[in-house]
């Protein structure tokens, strides 16, 4: 069966006057998803996971019985995690990507900060890989694809690129269903750069090596990132560790990671045995690791 156009479809005068009214006064509607989040707010909430700056819950919402993650900020009075913290939240209230986290809404006030987000059913890529080891190929691609449609969607976003700033297994999920999405917009910004005076932010050994002489971030930054993952994926080997020597005191290199003193001494990770893996992926993660 064709794709309907615009000739075969006898009443596409009265579809068009039903969409122009249904701009025009949708925003008056209530939302089904989002008006009952302030009950949804005093509910029992069961913890599940707990990071540096938040605490993470999951609760339901009734009607019509939505699972939901709740995603708390700690400590609302340290300014500088508050507005990171609300960066973040800007920039992902402006995403809608199938392999993106759905924000759903949130209550932000001098007194709290609370994210309520789907809730994904599945685990990390970490998790997955710690169990897995390497992935075959075929299955990197498809993961992959994934990522990369994820990404292009957040760096040629409309408003403006959006820069993660925090691309790692850890961050991204993956459904039982076999979809990948991207979670932890905590450090995420609406723009290419970042003011000197303010922290690096993101695992140490995923980011780009450029970030080590200045604080500038670009979606080159995820794009580094982006080969760690497929490094990851390959090997089943955080790459900042492998691609140490043999003899070396990893405490040290952790160490001299954070400090980001030595990131650029550190050698581009090498996806091995080369013979095992197709020419086409072992381009794409040189691409991938290409510094400025």
Same mark, same amino acid.
């Given at each position: ?16 006057? +039903?969409?122009? /009214?249904?701009?025009?006064?949708? %925003? ?6 989002? *008006?009952?989040?302030? @009950? ?13 700056y938040c605490n993470m819950y999951t609760t339901e ?27 973040? +939240?800007?920039? /992902?209230?402006?995403?809608?990507? %199938? ?6 809404? *949130?209550?932000?006030? @001098? ?23 390497p992935l075959p190929e075929s299955t990197i691609r ?115 990671l954070r400090s980001f003193r030595f990131l650029r ?28």
């Amino acid at each position: 069966m064709p794709f309907p156009t615009v000739t075969n479809i006898p009443s596409f005068s009265i579809l068009v006057i +039903l969409l122009v /009214l249904h701009l025009k006064f949708y %925003r008056w509607l209530p939302n089904p998803i989002t *008006a009952d989040f302030k @009950e949804v707010s005093k509910r029992r909430r069961k913890s599940f996971a707990s990071g540096n700056y938040c605490n993470m819950y999951t609760t339901e919402m009734e009607p019509p019985g939505l699972p939901v993650v709740v995603r708390v900020l700690k400590n609302v009075k340290n300014t500088e995690i508050f507005k990171q913290e609300k960066r973040g +939240l800007e920039a /992902l209230k402006k995403t809608k990507h %199938r392999n993106i986290v759905q924000f759903l809404s *949130a209550n932000v006030s @001098e007194r709290e900060f609370e994210i309520f987000l789907e809730k994904i059913e599945g685990k990390t890529m970490k998790q997955h890989l710690e169990v897995s080891g390497p992935l075959p190929e075929s299955t990197i691609r498809r993961y992959f694809r994934q990522i990369a449609s994820a990404l292009c969607y957040l760096h040629n976003h409309p408003f403006g690129p959006i820069i993660h700033k925090d691309i790692r297994c850890e961050n991204f999920m993956l459904t039982y269903g076999g979809f990948v999405k991207l979670i932890d917009f905590g450090f995420a910004l609406l723009s290419g750069s970042m003011w000197p005076e303010e922290p690096l932010s993101g695992d140490p050994g995923h980011m780009a090596p450029e970030l080590s002489g200045n604080r500038t971030y670009t979606p080159s930054s995820d794009i580094w990132a982006t080969g760690c993952v497929l490094y990851d994926m390959s090997m089943g080997t955080d790459p900042s560790v492998k691609s140490a020597p043999d003899d070396a005191d990893l405490d040290a290199i952790q160490l001299n990671l954070r400090s980001f003193r030595f990131l650029r001494k550190l050698p581009v990770p090498q996806i091995q045995p080369a013979e095992k893996f197709s020419q086409e992926l072992l381009n794409l993660h040189q691409q991938c690791m290409e510094t400025e």
